[in-house]
């Protein structure tokens, strides 16, 4: 069974910090793996999508890389901003059928 | 271009009653997936409809049932409410399935039960 770890639970930075996020599954048999961002009560805005295949995918300020050998993907935000501030999931599809599993998630509060 | 769209927005209702949320897919998108997000959790997978056909089904109770629609919209219903069953319901939708594109999810319905 597939089981996906976010740390930190939680993580507190003063604006501009570079800052990197961890992500690790435990079967790394996988499709894909996506990073999406939850603002509080929201519904989940889809970051990056990494294909099995890749090792990164970047997207402005953010660069998300993938281990599959080691089960391990990382988002790194680059100049953190206080629009920054949410919940960041991880989330991986096994089969390439789309049923996601995610982890609990990072939140993240960036001070001006 | 329209994103998900879900409704209600919100919704109480009480134990052993029964609710029906509904999701309109993102335009183009004919695969639809219903998620059940507890306060401070990871989104959890319900299941998933495709061409009006449940595909795949996570570990939910039969309480929790659905349906597709041939314009590709979708239900969720839950028959005999429980306290546990508070919590954010998302869709997502996504464009052929087992192609992995990724997904576009709804704002989600909170549902209270008291």
């Known amino acids: 069974k597939q089981e996906v770890t976010q740390i930190p639970a939680a993580l507190s930075v003063p604006e501009g910090e570079n800052l990197v996020l961890n992500c690790s599954f435990t079967?790394?048999?996988?499709?894909?793996l996506q990073w999406f961002r939850q603002d509080p009560g929201k519904g989940l805005t889809s970051l990056l999508l990494?294909?099995?295949?890749?090792r990164e995918q970047t997207s402005g300020r953010l660069n998300a890389s993938l281990d599959k050998s080691s089960g391990r993907s990382t988002l790194y935000i680059a100049a953190s901003q206080p629009g920054d501030s949410a919940t960041y999931l991880c989330?991986?599809?096994?089969?390439?059928?789309?049923?996601?599993?995610f982890g609990t998630g990072t939140r993240l509060l960036v001070s001006p | 271009d329209a994103g998900v769209t879900q409704s209600p927005t919100h919704l109480i209702k009480t134990r052993g009653q029964q609710v029906t949320l509904r999701c309109s897919p993102k335009?183009?998108?004919?695969?639809v997936s219903w998620y059940q997000q507890a306060l401070g959790q990871g989104p959890q997978f319900i299941f998933q409809?495709?061409?009006?056909?449940e595909r795949q089904r996570g570990n939910f109770p039969d309480r929790f049932s659905g349906h597709q629609f041939p314009n590709y919209s979708s239900e969720l219903n839950v028959n005999a409410l429980l306290l546990g069953d508070s919590a954010l319901y998302l869709c997502?939708?996504?464009?052929?399935w087992g192609q992995g594109y990724g997904y576009t999810f709804g704002s989600g319905t909170r549902l209270t039960v008291v």
């Open positions: 997502a939708s996504s464009l052929e």
């Open positions: 079967d790394s048999a996988i499709y894909n």
């Open positions: 990494i294909q099995s295949s890749q």
């Open positions: 989330a991986v599809d096994g089969s390439g059928f789309q049923k996601l599993v």
């Open positions: 335009s183009g998108h004919d695969t």
């Open positions: 409809y495709y061409e009006e056909e």
